[in-house]
């Protein structure tokens, strides 16, 4: 008690300073970095090494967290269902009599927590070590038959449709029926090499075959237990503290000291591999975001949402990752520039493939801003700026910046005397808030921005000072569901001034928080036998927008909404259980005088009529629809040819959609602008990915559409002069 008292007195004189000094981004940032978690403890010897960092780990998130959790039974519950998921959320290895034992914890972690007391953690360690033997022996005598595919039955994968095995005999049957379904998938795919007369596969039989994948599954199961059994209780007990801390919301995370170096190398672009960044889900791994200019991003196939089921070196057959640790799953997917690495993914659209992807350095220059210039009947002269992400480089002198470089494209654009301009935030996951503001205020005179504010202080408004105005005429900002962060700031921004028309998805991502990094080591004096202990991400802050509303969980709805083929899914923040809520705070006084948009109504009306006409668009409302479905859908046939049946079903209807987006579309020009060309052309891969970047802007159907919208503002825009 000594020790935690002392560590609370620290933690609230630390929080008084950093609400002192709010009103100072730069000092409150570095106050947080240099003063963070100060504590003193008695030496612990290595049993109470977890119980330290346990308490560390819960003072911070109490004193620092934006929306805090109250230790109670509510915490206590979720704790236990959302660890019981990370330990065996596949139901493979306790059975319901195991998971008995440990219900009386269910409302007792609360109070264990609080006093340090981590016999939860050790119990299920221990009956999680028990079930990884009785399995492992489990699996090994199944592997031993041979399957049968002709009979009919099916498989459950959708392991939160399942209960855990209510004997050693119905663990049995799962593990059978788990096999026999990943065997399925591996023969099916040796029979279509076959049929294609791959020659390692067009001379073997079915038995042969069969043969083959469930030696393949036995690998990887080999491999698989093998690595269970080398996690270290350390590494356990990583999961377990980020259990608490996920409770907090999705962004609030600890990490160990590895992991924490992993990230670093991700943000200082070093890194050499694909150009993903990825997340645990559920038994696999799933791409949270691509990397701008990076090689996953270059090559287009590899799509945010997806889930990696193998992970394949080179030439050789791929392991699965079904409940590997995400760690292990990012050493197998990095490596070095120009090898080979194969993912065998999972889609939204129901569909599994094979992704090849050459391991290289991003291109940083595909992440800049540039701009072009559209024409269609009706809307000519049009000037589109693309912007993937919001860029700063603060470590050089003169490093680029993205509000620096969207104000070159503005100028280039008004020299070009265009009649509109279109920026196209579609899948920029955000960045720099500090050039949100800068850029938004090209287009409005002055005044507020965005709300930034901790629990404790009052909102800190970030706001355009300069009251010049680089560009008054017609403008419309594009965003889609994966349009985060800075992206909501700024769409949310022009939308709540009346400067721009928003168009895109139903909504946009909806994280609308702020994190910081805290190293736990500045929490203990001294004793370095102890340390590294990791750092812990926080979530410190919230946005709001200029109408008191936070962009947290809800985004920003589109003025104009086109159908999107994930419209129906739960993506972004809505997919996390424990994500912050949405909330309002004050409005404050805004207005521009810089171009008043004309009738809305009559303007959203209008393309809603359009895209009732529109063929690809019923088609693709016809495919959200489908995808719903499909994602819904989780109980799979065991017999073979049902399996093939159900597999080119879903192949011809994804199919079908991805060549909607195959074939320029009609009367859509799209061209550089003069200045721009001289440096286009100053070497080959500049210009192939210029021609890239041209021909998918013509067969871009939002873009076609928004040409419409824009004409239709212009339009309206005179009439209400006259």
Known sequence: MFCKRIFEINFNQLFKIIKMKLKNPVLYSILIGAFALFAFYPKPDNTQKESVLLQTLLQGLDQLHYNPRSLDDAFSEDLYKLYLDRIDGGKRFLLQTEV??????????????????????????????????????????????????????????????????????????????????????????????????????????????????????????????DQLKKIKREEKYADFLNSIANLFDPHTEYYEPVEKQSFDIKFSGRLEGIGATLQSDKEFTKVSELVVGGPAWKQKELKVGDLIMKVAQGDEEGISIAGMNINEVVTKIRGPKGTKVRLTVRSLDGTTKEITIIRDEVIIDEGYAKSVILNKDGAENIGFISLPRFYADFNKRDGRQCFQDVAKEVEKLKAAKVNGIIID????????????????????????????KTRLGNPEIQEDYDSRVQYSGPLVVMVNNFSASASEIMAAALQDYGRAIIVGSNQTYGKGTVQRFFNLDAAISGYEDIKPLGDVKISLQKFYRINGGSTQLRGVTPDIVLPDN??????????????????????????????????????????????SKNETFDKINNNAKRLKQQRDQSLYSLNIDDYFKQKKSIEKESEQIKK???????????????????????????INRNQDFLKDLKKDIYVDETLFIMSDMIRQNIASKN
């Open 425 to 452: 935030l579609r899948n920029n996951g955000g960045g720099s808030l500090n050039d949100v503001v800068k850029m938004t205020g090209l287009f409005i005179e002055k005044g507020p921005i965005v709300q930034v």
């Open 660 to 686: 909607l987006f195959e074939k320029e579309i009609p009367g859509l020009e799209v061209k550089n602008l003069e200045v721009d060309l001289e440096a286009i052309k100053i070497d080959s891969t500049k």
């Open 566 to 611: 994930f419209q129906d899914l739960k993506l972004g923040e809505k997919e996390s259980k424990f994500a912050m809520p949405w909330s309002q705070i004050d409005k404050l006084n805004y207005n521009q005088n810089v171009y008043k948009i004309g009738n809305l109504k009559n303007i959203v009306s209008q393309s809603k009529d359009r895209v």
């Open 100 to 225: 008995d034992q440990l219900k009386p914890f269910e409302k007792l972690l609360d109070e264990q927590l609080k006093a340090g007391n981590i016999s939860f953690f050790d119990k299920t360690n221990e009956m999680i070590d028990l079930g990884v033997k009785r399995s492992e022996k489990i699996y090994q005598e199944i592997l031993s038959q041979p399957f049968v595919f002709n009979i009919q039955e099916s498989f459950e994968t959708d392991a939160e449709k399942r209960k855990f095995p209510a004997n050693e005999n119905e663990l049995r049957e799962l593990w059978r029926k788990m096999l026999k379904y990943e065997t399925m998938t591996r023969f099916a795919d040796k029979i279509e090499e076959r049929t294609k007369g791959t020659p390692e596969y067009k001379d073997k039989t079915d038995k042969e075959l069969e043969e083959d994948a469930r030696k393949g599954v036995r690998e990887r199961f080999d491999t698989y237990f």
